[in-house]
């Protein structure tokens, strides 16, 4: 299990969709703003407490 989203899947910015569920994850990465075609996002089962406001830039976004 992974506690943190590696930086570096922020730089893939085709990404639609992206499954990190059942994991230890804490936080959310201000980069995930970077990622403008992402559709899907699952991070269920996880440990997170805080959104960054940067997932609003996740307009293409329908399913989290």
Do not use: A, M, R, Y
């Given at each position: 299990?992974i506690t943190n989203i590696p930086k570096e899947l922020?730089?893939?910015?085709?990404?639609k969709k992206l499954c990190l569920s059942q994991n230890?994850?804490?936080?959310?990465?201000?980069?995930?703003?970077?990622?403008?075609?992402?559709?899907?996002?699952?991070?269920?089962?996880?440990?997170?407490?805080?959104?960054?406001?940067?997932?609003?830039?996740?307009?293409?976004?329908?399913?989290?």
């Amino acid at each position: 299990k992974i506690t943190n989203i590696p930086k570096e899947l922020f730089n893939v910015t085709n990404l639609k969709k992206l499954c990190l569920s059942q994991n230890q994850i804490k936080d959310i990465p201000k980069e995930i703003g970077k990622l403008t075609k992402l559709e899907n996002l699952q991070l269920w089962k996880n440990k997170i407490t805080n959104i960054p406001k940067e997932l609003f830039n996740v307009t293409n976004l329908k399913k989290l």
